[in-house]
């Protein structure tokens, strides 16, 4: 289905008419006159003359008319396709620290740091969330929006993959971020409002302390589930051989599980990529809430195809009419037409 933005352009089509019949000025002064000028029009090639004028009219109208079009800014509708919305706007927070640097995971039975396990579950979660509205807030010392909420989970999921550990500092602002995320879901229904907070440690920086941040996310309906992240046993070279240690020490498992209580949410421990498969896989059961079908229908632009054919005639245009100066040019030269003398 073709559909013009702006339709009323349409009214220039016919200009170039209007313009051919308006009277024409007579030129002033005395006129050239030639002798026996019938004689002259009736033996020319009268195909030579028409031909190409004609060709070069009709070049330079179909330019004014693709023109025309594609001022008015067509666009070409695609076949409707329905999508149905969970009717959820769901937010991640992603810990960037410097401690996600850790190497206490497995991807494909290679070790993998925390980073690196978390961005390869969250692909396939964020993928598979179609009818969410999912964004993105990342936090190290700060709390950045790296993807506002959208449907293009495809989008989404490229942003997630672009983040790298240190892009928000090196400590970890857990009241920050939960604070962001409830701005961004402040203007939601109570009920579509999801935060998943996923991080590795404490909360060491930020101007907001998480406790608070969880009492007024709870006083707006934000529900957060909270993933901790992190081994607890690994094995690590010193100097005097090989040595187990805790490498989730740092990891505040009581505030993370406050945080989850007080809102309604969950807490969830994840100790492997396994486990993080898992827990996501919990999370993605949680019953949407219904809404109608949207449909929408895919807009093809064709102004650029439009106007690319008005250049293209022009071009024949201007091609025709230099043909037909060459032509005249070699007529006049290989012999003038003389008139009779009066």
Not at 55 to 79: D, H, K
Not at 112 to 127: D, P, Y
Not at 224 to 236: E, F, L, P, Q, R
Not at 245 to 272: C, M, V
């Amino acid at each position: 289905m073709l559909e013009l933005s702006w339709p009323w352009f349409l009214l220039l089509l016919p200009l170039p008419v209007i313009m051919y019949f308006l009277p024409k000025a007579k030129p002033k002064g005395d006129g050239i006159w030639w002798g026996n000028s019938e004689h002259f029009v009736n033996h020319q090639d009268s195909k030579a003359l028409t031909k190409r004028p004609s060709l070069r009219y009709a070049c330079l109208l179909m330019s004014w008319i693709l023109l025309v079009f594609a001022i008015t800014q067509p666009v070409w509708l695609g076949e409707p396709t329905k999508v149905t919305p969970s009717g959820r706007d769901l937010l991640i927070a992603l810990d960037l620290s410097g401690s996600m640097q850790v190497s206490d995971m497995e991807l494909n039975d290679q070790p993998a740091n925390r980073l690196e396990a978390a961005k390869s579950v969250l692909s396939g979660f964020i993928q598979a969330r179609r009818g969410d509205r999912i964004g993105i807030i990342v936090f190290g010392s700060k709390a950045y929006l790296q993807a506002p909420l959208s449907f293009d989970t495809k989008t989404i999921n490229q942003l997630v993959q672009e983040a790298q550990i240190g892009f928000a500092g090196e400590q970890t602002a857990i009241g920050d971020a939960i604070g962001l995320g409830i701005k961004r879901l402040e203007d939601k229904p109570s009920d579509k409002k999801v935060l998943i907070l996923m991080t590795d440690g404490a909360n060491t920086a930020g101007r907001v302390q998480p406790q608070q941040a969880a009492a007024f996310a709870a006083s707006q309906g934000v529900r957060i589930h909270t993933i901790g992240i992190g081994a607890d046993s690994m094995i690590v070279q010193s100097f005097f051989g090989p040595k187990a240690i805790n490498p989730s020490s740092d990891l505040d498992e009581t505030l993370l599980k406050n945080i989850a209580a007080q809102t309604g949410g969950e807490y969830f421990r994840a100790k492997s990529t396994q486990d993080l498969q898992a827990i996501y896989q919990t999370l993605d059961t949680l019953e949407p809430t219904p809404t109608e079908d949207i449909w929408q229908r895919p807009l093809t632009s064709l102004f650029h195809w439009l106007g690319l054919g008005s250049i293209a005639f022009l071009a024949l245009s201007l091609l025709a009419g230099q043909q037909l100066k060459l032509k005249k040019s070699s007529r006049r030269k290989s012999g003038p037409v003389r008139g009779d003398q009066p």
